[in-house]
């Protein structure tokens, strides 16, 4: 029973964010929300609601390079001239663990990446208009 209790305790943390494979993964970087205190701070990392982006964005703005961003993100330049903390991707169910079907990112390779290599994918959620 003991035992049953635990893995179902793990597998619930496992889908919240904090349990994942990559800093990113841990911090929720690409989760939906809708201010910043939504973003978790960990270990000094703290991301901020990037509510230009439809469902909002928890990550980082500004960023100069791949070094400003937490392990599994890459800096990239949105098509809105500005830079970005997006959370990496090897395909679409990696942009959405954290985010509402209405408010889904799309995982693309046709981002421009601050850093090489330029041969890898983005979780670029769609932009809201504001």
């Known amino acids: 029973m003991r035992h ?7 597998a619930f943390a496992g889908g919240c964010g904090d349990g994942g494979a990559t800093e990113a993964d841990r911090l929720g970087v690409g ?4 201010a910043s205190a939504e973003c978790d701070a960990v270990d000094d990392v703290e991301l901020e609601c990037l509510t230009q982006f439809t469902g909002g ?12 961003c937490p392990q599994g ?9 500005n830079n970005y903390c997006f959370r990496g991707c090897v395909d679409k169910p990696d ?3 954290n985010r509402s079907p209405d408010n889904d990112a799309n995982c693309v390779g046709s981002i421009t990446f601050v850093d090489p290599p330029n041969e890898r ?4 959620p769609a932009s809201s208009g504001i």
Not at 4 to 10: D, E, S, Y
Not at 57 to 64: F, N
Not at 121 to 124: G, R, S, T
């Open 57 to 68: 964005y928890c990550g980082l703005a500004g960023c100069d390079g791949d070094v400003n």
């Open 95 to 97: 942009c959405n663990r």
């Open 4 to 10: 049953t209790i635990l893995v179902g305790l793990f």
């Open 73 to 81: 993100s890459a800096c990239v330049t949105h098509d809105d001239g």
């Open 31 to 34: 989760a939906e929300c809708t």
């Open 121 to 124: 994918k983005a979780c670029e």
